[in-house]
């Protein structure tokens, strides 16, 4: 059985949330939720995950799953805001305890943050498999990007977090903490061997530079064919060569401050101080 995939696409930051459908029930999955965050006033929002809830609560949905490809760097997640509203597990690669180890040590997060994932419901293995209704999924850990990106695979659709975009953008940058282009590229050619009508649906997509509007599906096929990075039979040293050098001029994203610190906790803030409020740390000239 194939799911029903609505997406929900976030402007603010170029995020798409897919929302996973069983067609026969009332089963559902959210993938890579957004937290509005305004940087300048510090002030967090919910209007992208009320749209979500909205529509899940509309259509008399119950929600299963609340899934993180990653620990985002250019957006917060809404995984506890959705758990709280709809109920659900928030779930991702067990791998995330290697991005706690090491940002953890970066915003010198204390002896009370722990680095084994007990923040998330469940910390998935590579090739486990899960259920939405009467949906089969499986995991597949594709590190590259960060050292805990995990695909999804359900039915006839994969879902690549930031591992993939569209054919025209490429792929996902290595030069964070951990990453590594070797890893990536052998990630992405696990994500090519799946059949060639799998529907590919994408976490972040920019338009291609505002050439086209913001697209986020598409297939292994044409991921294969034309991905301007990996796509035509590229090597894996023609594409290290060129994801090295082309992260070397990029520059950081705008929210990854305040993201990772989140969502590293599973999308809780740091916890409150003596006066009752959460403060986010900057760390100086760590990045």
């Known amino acids: 059985m194939n799911p029903d995939v609505r997406t929900f696409f976030d402007e603010s930051t170029s995020n798409a949330t897919h929302l996973v459908r069983d067609p026969a029930g009332t089963a559902c999955a ?3 939720t957004v937290l509005d965050f305004d940087m300048a006033s510090g002030r967090t929002g919910t209007t992208a995950a009320d749209e979500v809830i909205a529509y899940i609560e509309g259509e008399g949905l ?4 609340i899934l993180e490809s990653h620990v ?4 917060l997640t809404a995984a506890p ?8 597990n928030i779930g991702i690669g067990e791998n995330v305890r290697m991005v706690q180890e090491v940002f953890g040590a970066v915003y010198n997060a204390g002896a009370d943050f722990a680095h084994d994932g007990s923040q998330f419901d469940h910390l998935f293995r590579d090739g486990e498999e899960f259920s939405i209704g009467g949906l089969s999924g499986r995991v597949m850990m594709t590190p590259g990007h960060t050292p805990a990106c995990a695909v999804y695979i359900i039915g006839d659709a994969v879902f690549t977090g930031d591992t993939l975009f569209m054919p025209d953008s490429g792929t996902a940058r ?3 903490p951990k990453g590594s282009a070797e890893q990536l590229y052998d990630s992405i050619q696990k994500i090519l061997s799946l059949p060639d009508e799998t529907r590919v649906f994408i976490n972040h997509d920019y338009g291609a530079g505002g050439k086209r509007d913001c697209a986020w599906e598409t297939t292994v096929a044409e991921e294969k064919k034309s991905n301007i990075h990996v796509g035509g039979g590229k090597s894996r040293e023609e594409f290290v060569k060129m994801r090295t050098e082309r992260d070397a001029t990029l520059s950081m994203p705008r929210l990854i401050l305040p993201s990772i610190q989140v969502n590293m906790r599973a999308g809780r803030m740091p916890p409150a101080e003596d006066d009752g409020h959460s403060y986010m740390k900057l760390p100086i000239n760590r990045f």
């Open 62 to 65: 119950n929600l299963q799953w």
């Open 72 to 75: 985002h760097a250019d957006h």
């Open 174 to 176: 290595c030069d964070f």
């Open 81 to 88: 805001y959705f758990k709280e509203k709809l109920g659900g």
């Open 30 to 32: 959210v993938i890579d």
